[in-house]
């Protein structure tokens, strides 16, 4: 039997930390022949052992709050479980100090669901500005055209703007989601998770009913920020950055009560939008050495913000360790954050032509989207990532011309310096 959410073995004294948790949770040899890392089943069907058997497992997995682990009296389909998703979610579940979690084919996947299945006509929703490209067109398309009206907030520390847009939310429809993201994709900007708890609590006395929270933890991952820990109902993360790591498969996921995301689990079910064997088996792989890159990547990025917050051609840093000393902003991350991470974006002089040059010259940076990869990447959010975002919500979140975001990635720091040295000399 799989251990739940990576508890400790039996004969375990005291809990395992999230480091053992990434290289042991869900995964149990002998029921695998013994094999020392998990095996991948290729496999899209399973067969049944008797008539019997295969009336009891589909009873199972659809009658019941939440339609998994079949593998416990028998697998039916990949599209609905597969031993390599529930080795994954269970290990993703540990990490993320939650109850249950389900994966998807990548982080957008993640994000459609949790809408489409919390949201409805009529709903009104609130949601961080800024955001990730593709979550902000789905808010402003699709939910928008579906009935929902999108309510953002620029401002998550401070908690009398977000009860004004809350009331402002309540009174298109009722306020049934509100979805953070924090930090923020580029700018870092950070949310008080826990404010916004308890605004979700007040929200729930003039309602009568509790919104969802749910914050999309990519740009730290599970070493450096737990959603749950401080009021969050659901963790989004696009697993195809840090946890993948190496820029190789696209995964996401939503980690949370047993209930929450079972909902999700049933909607999954339908869309087909799982994550495959391949991928959950790349996933169990790579998520061993996270902590390692992490701390990599974060120890990399601390040397980098330094020396272009010093560079007379960067007019704008956004590193969350630069928060000012005193600010409500820095307070919140203190509180919640264990570090900085490693992605962060900054402005040059001479707007998009002086940041289209500083990106021509580049030889050891990458240009290119996506983030949390061994290697350092940087792209240019405005014709990229946030291309579809309007220009003026661009502009009010402070993502302009001359914005890039870079992901540091494990390489020699000094080489990383020398590269931005000669590309910043054709700014």
């Known amino acids: 039997m799989v251990q739940n959410n990576g508890d400790a073995p039996r004969s375990a004294a005291r809990p395992l930390s999230l480091e053992t948790l990434a290289v042991s949770a869900g995964y149990e040899p002998s029921e695998h022949g013994g094999a020392a890392k998990p095996p991948i089943y290729m496999t899209s069907t399973f067969v049944y052992e008797s008539a019997a058997q295969a009336r009891a497992v589909h009873q199972a997995f659809f009658d019941g709050d939440v339609p998994e682990r079949s593998g416990k009296n028998g697998y039916i389909y990949a599209r609905l479980d597969h031993p390599n998703l529930v080795m994954a979610q269970t290990r993703i579940a540990a990490l993320d100090r939650a109850e249950d979690s389900a994966l998807f084919a990548s982080g957008m996947a993640a994000v459609s669901t949790v809408a489409m299945s919390l949201l409805r006509p009529g709903d009104s929703m609130m949601h961080s500005r800024s955001i990730y490209g593709g979550t902000d067109m789905l808010l402003h398309t699709h939910m928008t055209e579906m ?31 509100i979805m953070v993201e924090s930090p923020a994709n580029p700018t870092c900007a950070i949310a008080d998770i826990a404010m916004i708890s308890r605004l979700a609590d007040r929200v729930a006395l003039a309602q009568g009913r509790r919104p969802i929270i749910t914050v999309d933890n990519t740009f730290l991952g599970p070493f450096l920020q737990s959603p749950l820990e401080h009021g969050a109902d659901l963790c989004i993360t696009s697993l195809t950055k840090y946890a993948g790591g190496h820029s190789d498969f696209m995964a996401g996921s939503v980690s949370g009560s047993a209930a929450l ?67 409500a902003e820095r307070a919140v991350y203190d509180r919640q954050c264990a570090g900085p991470g490693s992605t962060f974006s900054f402005d040059v002089e001479g707007g998009e032509a002086g940041a289209f040059r500083f990106l021509d010259r580049l030889r050891l940076l990458r240009f290119a989207v996506s983030l949390g990869g061994t290697e350092t990447l940087i792209c240019h959010p405005a014709t990229t990532t946030h291309y579809a975002v309007p220009e003026a919500t661009r502009a009010e979140v402070h993502i302009g011309p001359a914005t890039m975001r870079v992901s540091v990635g494990i390489e020699n720091s000094d080489d990383l310096i020398a590269d931005l040295a000669q590309a910043l000399e054709a700014v």
């Open 147 to 177: 009935g929902v009206t999108p309510f953002g907030f620029t401002d998550g520390v401070d908690e009398a703007n977000m009860a004004a847009v809350a009331d402002a939310a309540m009174a298109k429809g009722p306020l049934t989601l």
């Open 261 to 327: 995301v079972g909902r999700l689990k049933k909607l999954r079910t339908l869309l087909g939008c799982h994550s495959d064997p391949h991928s959950c088996w790349m996933l169990l792989r790579s998520v061993e050495t996270m902590k390692l890159r992490t701390d990599r990547a974060v120890a990399n990025a601390q040397t980098i913000a330094s020396y272009l917050r010093d560079h007379r051609k960067v007019t704008r840093i956004t590193y969350l360790a630069f928060l000012a000393e005193g600010s």
